[in-house]
């Protein structure tokens, strides 16, 4: 099969935009993102499903084990490499999960981090490779963390950087890109030109001061991205309900930012 499956791409938007939540964290940062509420994958599953999420995502382990609570009911994004935050080596995320495994968890996308710039890159190179073309067997869709990093990389969000790095997962043969945030719309307008027919999702990041982050989102989608992947914005949050139905008003109603203020105060 060339090309992701319709049917596939399909579940992963409403009306062409996408919202994901994003719990790859535990593996990537360890216990120092987590309170005594978000620390259990049951309650980020309850976020995800009481809000209009298009996606979620996991590694292999929280689809396994946590699979009855969400399956059937949103799709599941297995991310099948990663790595922990321990080691201060060089970046590079191995693979931790097959895509056949990922299949067989219910995966309707599978999620790979390459580190663009990076000195082991022609390995991540190698790697997702292996991974976009087993994915094309069973017509699943491949998106990319498409994040330069690495001795080369001064600073991670600089446009011209970050553009290349979504033109590395178009030409690469990703089908969405997630992108870090450029600090403006004009300079974001850029990255998703590189972008070409790959589909755009800006990364949530650290959390900012809500109106920052609403101003944000509204940016990126003026900019031409389909949506975002969000994770620690909203679920370290005292309030994730409410900010979920603010990014829901921005992406699915394209609202201003005044009213996704207003659901917010609400």
Known sequence: MVGASEKYMSRLFRDGKAMFLAYDQGLEHGPKDFNDRNYDPCYIIDIALKNKFTGLIFHKGLAEKYHEHFSGKIPLIVKVNGKDNIAKTEPFSPVVCSVDYAVKLGAEAVGYTLYVGSPLESKAMEDFRRVHEEAREYGLPVIGWMYPRGQYVPNDTDPTIVAYGARVGLELGADVLKVKY??????????????????????????????????????????????????????????????????????FENAPVSKAMEVLSA
């Not at 974001?188 to 944000?216: E, H, I, Y």
């Not at 031409?224 to 900010?243: E, F, L, M, T, Y």
Request: some cysteine; charged content about 25%.
């Open 182 to 251: 450029t600090g403006n719309k004009e300079t974001f307008k850029r990255v998703v030109q590189m972008a070409g027919r790959s589909k755009v999702v800006c990364a949530g990041g650290l959390k900012t001061d809500a109106n920052t982050f609403m101003q944000q989102t509204r940016d990126i989608l003026d900019a031409g991205a389909c949506g975002v992947a969000v994770g620690r914005n909203v679920w370290q949050s005292d309030r994730p309900d409410k900010i979920a139905r603010a990014l829901e008003a921005l992406i």
